[in-house]
């Protein structure tokens, strides 16, 4: 018979929802979404962050859509859980019955405090979506026990309690992404092309002591090249998608199988536009084939510098070097890939001097874009230990989103560093380089891809400056990091 399921993307604050004016699917609603339709259940997506809809409304519209269960989960996992956990109480007050099942990076880790703040959550999937949730909803449909599968957290008599986690999935290919759910939505990027986020790979085999991907995917796995290259074609022509955003983390840990990918889609021959992130040391590795990164229609790639000390970049354990950095960046320009550097603030305990450091090795590295964002510990990740007595200054969780400052510095206090990390983005995307090239850049597609982002970088940083300064809210006397998780 199956039963009713609403996948709820929430309405989320952050800048990559509300500035592009423009939104990508949610991958992993659909990811979950597919699973299920494919065993005779009735799926629909509500996506109420696309329409950034008022948390009251999209409680409303949940209890008026009467589904068995609802399903939430969002990318901007950590910044996006107290919305969900209000929509949620919202709904509870008035359904009783309605199944309340979450899931994602920040619940999985997090899933004791949530059931135990969060009454009305009733299940959280932790880990890896696809094979778990049929096996819940099976349980949930015919009145089993869930205590026999795996990645599951909830309350056993009133206690927040999980059974063991789940194996990574085996054979990515084994699940299909739910794209038809897509289609109430006319999801678009790079300017308004029908665009999509997909995945070739899961996980890093890096252990970067900030980032906790690696934690939740634990392994790196991979699709079949071909079957990604199929699928890509798939969602080219029969629903008409120009941009592919590569939600991996380390896409090309694999040589072999990246460069098998790339000729895959070459072999296709289609007009896409392909986005994604990539260690710079790849880029580096893969010098002899980056011509097929721009043949496949690789425009831009994110590369995660992180900061500019020898010393600091150690300690973070990111593998990386400031000459393969720079390498990078020149190897992607020679093939008129556009670099989009990103650069965190935190981790060295800057002073000012520091800024100066950076702004003039940003300079030197010459990214096409940058990006510059806060060092943001999770719990779950190793960096946390070494900051956990460091003081928060923003109490509130929907502002842990990478673009807020959350740990009070040393040296500096936030205005300064809120003022020293403008100054650095209004120095590289003002320099003459970085204009000559939006404006007179010889290939078109550069340009246009040079303006989409200067447009947006142009509103998120009027916004941020206006945000901190008139709207911000910190933490009024002494929080410790590690007082405030707890
Ligand atoms: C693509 C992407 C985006 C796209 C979002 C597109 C979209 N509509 O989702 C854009 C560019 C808009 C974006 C914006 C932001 N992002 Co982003 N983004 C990513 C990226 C690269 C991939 C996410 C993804 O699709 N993963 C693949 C899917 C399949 O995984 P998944 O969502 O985790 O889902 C699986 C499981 O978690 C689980 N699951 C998830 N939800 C649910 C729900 C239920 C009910 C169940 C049962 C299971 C389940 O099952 C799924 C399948 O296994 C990741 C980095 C990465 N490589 O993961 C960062 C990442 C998710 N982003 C991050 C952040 C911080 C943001 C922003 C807040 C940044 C900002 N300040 O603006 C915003 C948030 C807004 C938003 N819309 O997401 C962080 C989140 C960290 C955290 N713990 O919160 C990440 C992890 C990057 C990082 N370096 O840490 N992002």
Known sequence: MGMKILLVNVPHLSIGSRLPKEHLPPLGLLAIGGPLIDVGHDVELYDADYYNYATQQ??????????????????????????????????RAKNARMKIIIGGVFPTFHWREVLANNPQIDYIVCGEGEATVPKLVHALEHGLPPETIAGLAFRTQGVPSKTPPADPIKNLDDFRVGWELMNAYNYTYWGKHKAVV??????????????????FWREWRRRSPQSLADEIEMLHTKYGVKVFDFADENPAADREAWKELLEAIIAKNMDI??????????????????????KA????????????????????KKGSSISKDRQAIQLLRKHDIISMATYV?????EKIIDFYHSLKHLLSYDPDQIQLMYATPHQWAP????????????????????????????YLKPWQTIVCVKLIEAVLQTRPKTLKRLFFHQDARFRKAMF???????????WELFEFFFLAGTVKGKMLLKDFWA
Request: some cysteine.
């Open 273 to 294: 536009i392909l986005v994604g992130s990539i260690r710079a040391d790849h880029i580096v590795r893969d010098a002899d084939i980056l011509h097929l990164y721009k």
């Open 383 to 410: 960096y946390f230990e070494d900051v956990k007595e460091r003081e928060v200054v923003i109490s509130d969780q929907r502002k842990w989103d990478f673009k807020h400052q959350v740990l009070a510095m040393k």
């Open 297 to 316: 229609g690789f425009d831009r790639f994110l590369l995660g510098i992180e900061n500019y000390d020898e010393e600091v970049l150690k300690n973070l």
């Open 198 to 215: 997909i995945q070739f790979s899961r996980g890093c085999n890096h252990r970067c002591i900030y980032c906790g991907q690696n934690l």
């Open 345 to 349: 603030v935190g981790f060295g305990d």
């Open 58 to 91: 999209v409680a409303d519209e949940v209890l008026k859509r009467k589904p068995d269960a609802v399903m939430m989960g969002h990318s901007g996992s950590t910044s996006a859980q107290p919305v969900i956990n209000e929509i949620t109480r919202m709904i």
């Open 452 to 462: 989409w982002y200067t447009n947006i970088g142009k509103r998120v940083w009027v």
